[in-house]
């Protein structure tokens, strides 16, 4: 009984003849009826159209996002090999700088000083692994 007349009285009730309300604690929730019905207005093709275009720019922007975040993965894995490769460069630049050339030095001084036969040269080549 107390509930009937406390929205009857209810004035956002009285105010919203078509829409449904809800009340909580502080504020009233109002859920309004849709604003056309289909046989009210006909399809509005401009309005359609423009909702297609603003669909299409909010897909290119996701798509350019997308394609962003793509090519800066794209550039950091670039960058990652670059720099392994860099570093194999440098090993390789050290290890001729400083085995390869010294021994191949080494190698000539002593065939020159003295003839070696082909079998002492190459046990005289120290092998790395």
Known sequence: EALKGSTAASP???SCAEGRST???SYPIIVAPPRRKKSEAPVNMDEIK???ALYQVIE???GETIDRYSRLR???IIANSARKQGQIWRDAKEFIASQLVPQSIQLANKSRSRNKTAVEIVASIKCYP
Request: aromatic letters at 6%.
């Open 23 to 25: 009340q909580t604690d």
């Open 12 to 14: 956002i009730f009285d």
């Open 50 to 52: 423009e909702r297609e």
């Open 74 to 76: 794209t550039n950091q």
């Open 60 to 62: 290119d922007a996701l």
